[in-house]
């Protein structure tokens, strides 16, 4: 009898810690480029900031851990089934225009591909005509719609380089006409480095995409978790508060003395980050 009272107490000592326990979930992410990750060394970026917010403020449910993981290893992820979330990308990158491939959350940010080019020489993009015989500095391994069209054509002509940056300071040494890099990159990049007077960004982008959380089929509770969670943080003052952080968006004009309580100690939590 009493071993039989050992075992019930056992069973409902395992049910009861199954039920707390929180599921651990990777987090895969290619991005090195600001704001998503300022510094990947020391783990600073609004990717490291936004799952550590998420991780305290939802605590005991699911805990997200960063990896930084390149592309080519990401899509091979992909095909072998395994299990994770990738941050801030669209459907238009993974070839799931219809969102039926793969779990897709609610668009957190809104955000598109400019054209760069310095205000001495203004490069203004109205339709492919435009770039005909230009150079564009450009990612390695990055596609471009519009773009690779052209090169491939040999209407314009491309050279690549390692990271946002590189073709940034290749830019504004003038050894290209112009480059390309998403809105949220080069805001923070005009802000940090103070580059309005020198940089012209034309006023029709090159292409313009929501950024949302892709989530492996295998997650579906990980999926019912932001489609729940989401649409109240994202409007929430502390969202706005994390973006202003890393100049990300420039209508965001936001005071800390807005933050409440419970949401100035997560951020404290995380300000690290």
């Known amino acids: 009898m009493i071993y039989l009272k050992r075992i019930g107490f056992i069973a409902l000592f395992s049910l009861s810690m199954s039920v707390y326990s929180t599921q651990s979930v990777d987090v895969w992410t290619y991005y090195r480029n600001p704001p998503f990750v300022v510094n990947s060394e020391n783990n600073h970026g609004l990717t490291y900031k936004f799952f550590c917010y998420i991780n305290i403020k939802y605590k005991n449910k699911i805990e997200f851990t960063v990896h930084f993981i390149p592309r080519r290893r990401i899509d091979y992820y992909l095909s072998k089934g395994k299990a994770g979330v990738v941050p801030w990308v669209s459907p238009l990158f993974f070839n799931d225009n219809n969102m039926d491939r793969y779990l897709w959350s609610q668009t957190i940010i809104d955000d598109q591909q400019d054209i760069i080019s310095l205000t001495t020489n203004k490069v203004t993009y109205s339709n492919k005509q435009a770039l005909i015989g230009l150079l564009v500095?450009?990612?390695?391994?990055?596609?471009?719609?519009?773009?690779?069209?052209l090169v491939e054509d040999n209407l314009m002509f491309r050279k690549d380089f390692r990271n946002e940056k590189i073709i940034l300071n290749v830019l504004l040494n003038n050894r290209v006409d112009f480059i390309t890099l998403p809105r949220s990159t080069i805001q923070y990049y005009i802000r940090s480095l103070g580059l309005e007077e020198k940089l012209y960004i034309s006023p029709k982008p090159l292409q313009s995409y929501t950024r949302r959380l892709l989530i492996?089929?295998?997650?579906?509770?990980?999926?019912?978790?932001?489609?729940?969670?989401?649409?109240?943080?994202?409007?929430?003052?502390?969202?706005?508060f994390?973006?202003?952080?890393?100049?990300?968006?420039?209508?965001?004009?936001?005071?800390?003395?807005?933050?409440?309580?419970?949401?100035a100690e997560y951020i404290k939590a995380c300000e690290f980050l």
């Open 137 to 149: 500095g450009a990612i390695i391994g990055h596609r471009y719609t519009v773009i690779d069209d």
């Open 216 to 240: 492996t089929p295998n997650l579906k509770n990980v999926h019912q978790f932001f489609i729940k969670v989401l649409p109240e943080l994202i409007k929430s003052p502390a969202w706005f």
């Open 242 to 263: 994390i973006k202003e952080q890393y100049d990300f968006d420039e209508n965001t004009k936001f005071k800390k003395e807005l933050l409440s309580k419970e949401e």
